[in-house]
């Protein structure tokens, strides 16, 4: 998760309700999170934060609506970078080691996508999420083959693919002793075979 998802001293109240949600969660995970927690970590009155959700999933739905903001302001594919640098910075960003605090909230976040299988709001929102980032994939990967570096393959397909290995290893960092060492050069072996262009 890149640096700066909130501003040191947010001027929007649902900011700072925001800013506070993601301080609980770090401290309390999806489970124990409740607004009176939330309230602890709210520099203003917790009757504000009921005034403007009526409960901890509704306000938590917010909270990943900002999330996808941010990521859509912010998912940085650098200017210049040949398709395949690209993909090695999103890769960086997946198989480097977490700090606590990252852990802390990629497991919180593995919880609210458990909610997903019952719930429909977070179902809606994980959808939007995924097909968002699949979509920024697959421009990666058309652009690589307009450019001549990626062969001639389905941009949707593979972004899928891509996308699936990824998220899984996100899953795993935070519920079993994934070694991402092996799962980074197996991604790189299949951008190598799968999708680079003879003689790049």
Known sequence: MRSGLFPDDPAE?????????YAALLQHGYADLTIDRIG???????????HHYEGKDELLIDFLSYLLEDAEAGLGTES??????????????????ETPEERSFQRAMAEMRAQAASDPEYRRHFTEHDRFFRDRLADIVRDGIEEGT????DPEQVATMLHTMLSGAMAEQVSSDLDLSTVREEAEAYVEVRLLAEGR
Request: charged share 30%; no cysteine.
């Open 80 to 97: 210049g970078a040949s398709a395949d640098e690209r993909l090695l910075t999103l890769f960086d960003r997946i198989f480097t080691e």
């Open 13 to 21: 109240t649902r900011i700072e309700i925001l800013k506070a949600t």
């Open 40 to 50: 602890q970590h709210f520099p203003k009155s917790t009757s504000l934060v009921y």
């Open 150 to 153: 990626f062969r001639e393959v």
